[in-house]
Structures are given as structure tokens and as C-alpha cells.
């Protein structure tokens, strides 16, 4: 009868991948052999990608790993989660919970306030040779493994032991805000310092309101040596933004009583002019933060100058910089966004001809105020006819989706069947993108809400009614109402 040290290494492996975690554990401690046959495809499976927070505790693991002969070399994906110990009064089931809670909490509070993550980090960072993406988030992503969720190593046990989840977030944005930036300029000092510059830097924040502020970007003197090599070497850049930075001296004059000129994203815009090589640019604003998004857009769509001058640490003033050029940006994402037409038209002209793909999430879309003749102008069937018409644009993917125009939905219409049914997101890659785009304008509509017809014989007919409304009705109706709001 065959025996599991008697299977060929690809039938062991094809068996482990349907046990549970728990008990691939057990399996590898059976034997030393089982151990060694699965290391390979073990290391593979479960140090490629791997979640971290900033306790010691789980740091400390992280540099472990850096100096592990083999299992440094796995790690090519590192999180960096923004899981935080509370400080608001928590019920604990019993005096150990709330001790172990409680010393979680000043452990990491000395560890963040005394600079020992950045220490951490930078001993870290060394010993992974071949890092290719560094990820800040706020959430926890499924596993496609068993369906469990990743959880920064050492989460797990915190709650095991003390029964309260260590939250990804800070309650309230200003320590949010904070605790965010200070992840994120650490994370590239260290990468700095310890001389790794992945290509890859991912900032992904769900949490609302999520977003790093602008300070977040502020690139001092003394620290922006060891940071440009990272920058400079930088592939592809994912940001969650919040350019509405409530830091900034907004209400400041001058001697003769003139207010500061602020800039919407400055510190964000010295930080892209460090970033010449990128191919991939993802940018999600705070949707409703219409003014300072629109300021950076604009910013964005103005031409270059001529001559770009190299970064260095004099150029990064607080003076508004000059439009970043990014000759080699291949794909774009913009999402949470509200955006002119042709502001949004004329960045993508900008960079028509090197790039290839294109995502427009959850965007809503402006033109001014309608015309005299038509007070439901379609704005998103002319952004399209617009983009078809771009020279030199020649894509090789377009996604779109989750659009609106002002407070309206945009949807599209599509056939299925012999039946017209409307689509929120369209998607198409390929050679026949020029096509699609045309096709886009001519399906996507504006749902606008219903007319009502003010002589019509229906409302004329309930005016006598609607005249005398019973008290009790109309407290009933108010009631109803408030329910609806409060859902």
C-alpha cells in the first residue's frame, strides 16, 4: 500500500493544497522528509506574500525572515498594514486580556514614538534581495487559498489572547491621517537607506474617510538623498489620496493682509517630478473633495516645460512645481473623482502617445452649466467621441464603470438576447479598443429622473385631496421619512 513518503512529490503537493492551514502545519511537522519534500512549493505558497503591522512582535518576525539564507529570497511581495491598538475604554473578558492589551498598546507606542519601526525596517529591508512590491493597506484581503482573510502576523495571536481585534484604523481622520503618513515616509526612508528600490509601491486605503494627505509627500533635505534612488526606480505607483489636507495654512496672509495662494496636492506634485521612470500610475481621490481635485487635474493636464531640470534637494520648495512630464507612462488609472471633460481629455492627450491602458472608476464627469438648447446634454457620450479622437491614442486596454454625470448615473445600453438591458462597466482590450470607444459613445445614456407633468389630469384631479392632509398622516409620513434617512 503506498505511504505518503512513497508519492511522487507532485501528487504530495496536489494532496496538500486541499488541507487546511492548521493541518498543512501538522503535516510538514510529520517527518523530516515530508518537510523537505514540501519546503519548496511550502515557501512558495506562504512567503512570496506575507502581511505585517507595526508591533515589535511582528517586525521582529519580518527581520527573521530578512536573514533567512532561503526565505529571504521567497519574500517578493511585503504589506505593511496600518493595524492600530486602540485607546478608547475597552471591555476585556478578565484582567490577563486586559493586561496583555494593555502592554500590546505601550509596546507600540514606544516602538512608533522612539523611531524603532524605522530601525526595524531598515535592518528588514536589507536582507530582502528580491522585493518587488511594497503594499501599505487598511484592510484585509480573502486568501484564494481556504477562503480566510490575511491578517498581519501577530494579529491573530492578539486576539487569541486578549479577545478585542486590533483595528486596521485610528478612530477619527486626524490620527488616522497621521498614522498613515507615517507609515508611508518610513517605509521609503528605510527602503532608501537599506538600499533596496522596488519596483512596485502600493497604497491602498478603503477606510472612510481614507487617504494620504499631502504632508505625506513633503520631501525634507535631509531625507531626500537616501529617498530619490526609490523614486527614481519606481515602476508602477498606487495611491489612495486625500488632497483636502486640513494641515496646510489655509488661512495665512501676508503683511498687507493678502491671503496665502495654497496648491492643491504641492508636496504630491514635487514627489511625481521624482518619479521620471514610471509605466503604471494609479491615483483614487476623495470623491467629494471636488475643488482640490480639480486644481491637481489641471495641474496634471498643463504641458511640461522644455528642459526639465533634475530633482535635487534645493528644487523641493514650497513654490508650486512646474507639470510633470512621465515619458514613459504606459497605463492610468484614475478613480473617485469628480472631473471636466475636457480637463480629463486633455491629460489624456498629454500622454496619448505612450499609453496603452486606461481605467476610469466610479468618475463623475462636468462640461459647465447645460446650454440653452439642451438641458440634458449627455457629457459622457462627448467625453467618448473626444477620446476617439485623441491623435496618437492608441490603447490596448480600456475599462470604465461606476460613471456619473453630476448626481446622475451613467449606464450603458447592450443587447443580450434580442433584449436591451443597461451595464454599469464596460471593459475591452486588444486590437479593436479605437472601436470600442466609438461603440461607447453611442451606448452609454444618463438616467435622469422622471419629468412630472404639471397639467396633467392626474395631479389636477388629487390637488383638492393633497389640500387636506390629516395630522396624524402627515406625522406618520415624517416618521417614515427620517427611517429612510437613518437607513
Not at 186 to 201: E, K
Not at 381 to 394: D, W
Request: one cysteine or more; aromatic letters at 10%.
Amino acid at each position: 500500500m503506498a505511504t505518503l513518503l512513497s508519492l511522487p512529490l507532485e501528487l504530495l503537493v496536489y494532496i496538500s493544497s486541499f488541507v487546511s492551514t492548521s493541518d498543512l502545519a501538522a503535516l510538514r511537522l510529520a517527518c523530516k522528509q515530508t518537510e523537505k519534500s514540501l519546503y519548496e512549493w511550502f515557501s512558495e505558497e506562504f512567503f512570496v506574500k506575507k502581511q505585517f503591522m507595526l508591533t515589535q512582535p511582528s517586525l521582529q518576525v519580518l527581520l527573521d525572515i530578512s536573514r533567512h539564507v532561503s526565505l529571504s529570497k521567497k519574500l517578493k511581495h511585503l504589506i505593511i498594514a496600518t493595524n492600530v491598538y486602540d485607546d478608547i475604554p475597552i471591555r476585556f473578558r478578565d484582567s490577563e486580556a486586559c493586561s496583555s492589551y494593555m502592554q500590546g498598546y505601550a509596546d507600540q507606542q514606544a516602538l512608533l514614538n522612539n523611531g524603532i519601526d524605522r530601525e526595524m525596517l531598515t535592518e528588514a529591508f536589507k536582507g530582502l534581495s528580491n522585493l518587488e512590491t511594497v503594499d501599505v493597506r487598511d484592510f484585509c484581503a480573502k486568501r484564494e487559498r481556504d477562503g480566510t482573510f490575511w491578517a498581519s502576523w501577530g494579529a491573530t495571536t492578539v486576539y487569541q489572547q486578549t479577545g478585542v481585534r486590533v483595528r486596521e484604523s485610528y478612530r477619527g481622520t486626524g490620527s488616522q491621517s497621521r498614522f498613515v503618513s507615517h507609515v508611508f515616509s518610513n517605509l521609503l526612508y528605510s527602503m532608501g537607506v537599506a538600499g533596496r528600490t522596488p519596483p512596485r509601491f502600493e497604497v491602498l486605503l478603503r477606510q472612510q474617510p481614507a487617504g494620504l494627505p499631502d504632508g505625506a509627500f513633503h520631501l525634507a533635505n535631509f531625507t531626500f538623498p537616501a529617498i530619490q534612488p526609490v523614486l527614481q526606480n519606481l515602476k508602477e505607483l498606487f495611491l489612495t489620496l486625500n488632497l483636502s489636507d486640513l494641515s496646510t495654512h489655509t488661512h495665512h496672509t501676508y503683511n498687507g493682509g493678502m491671503p496665502v495662494r495654497t496648491t492643491a496636492g504641492r508636496s504630491l506634485r514635487h514627489f511625481l517630478s521624482c518619479t521620471p521612470n514610471l509605466t503604471y500610475l494609479r491615483l483614487n481621490f476623495q470623491k467629494f473633495h471636488v475643488a482640490d481635485n480639480m486644481d491637481f487635474m489641471n495641474w496634471l493636464a498643463a504641458s511640461p516645460i522644455s528642459t526639465p531640470v533634475p530633482p535635487s534637494p534645493t528644487k523641493i520648495t514650497m513654490e508650486e512645481p512646474s507639470p510633470v512630464n512621465l515619458p514613459h507612462l504606459k497605463a492610468l488609472d484614475l478613480g473617485q473623482l469628480d472631473v471636466n471633460r475636457d480637463t480629463l481629455l486633455a491629460v489624456l492627450s498629454r500622454f496619448a502617445p505612450k499609453l496603452e491602458r486606461l481605467s476610469l472608476w466610479r468618475m463623475t464627469i462636468e462640461a459647465g452649466p447645460p446650454g440653452p438648447y439642451d438641458t440634458k446634454p449627455n457629457i459622457w457620450s462627448q467625453f467618448f467621441r473626444g477620446l476617439g479622437a485623441i491623435s496618437k491614442l492608441e490603447l490596448a486596454y480600456l475599462k470604465v464603470g461606476a460613471l456619473s454625470q453630476s448626481r446622475h448615473t451613467a449606464q450603458f445600453r447592450t443587447e443580450v438576447g434580442g433584449k436591451e438591458q443597461s451595464e454599469m462597466m464596460r471593459e475591452c482590450s486588444g486590437k479593436n479598443v479605437k472601436k470600442f470607444i466609438r461603440s461607447l459613445a453611442d451606448e452609454v445614456y444618463v438616467e435622469w429622473p422622471p419629468e412630472i407633468d404639471m397639467d396633467s389630469d392626474a395631479i389636477n384631479s388629487d390637488e383638492d385631496e393633497d389640500m387636506y392632509v390629516d395630522e396624524n398622516d402627515e406625522e406618520e409620513e415624517q416618521d417614515e421619512d427620517e427611517d429612510e434617512d437613518d437607513e
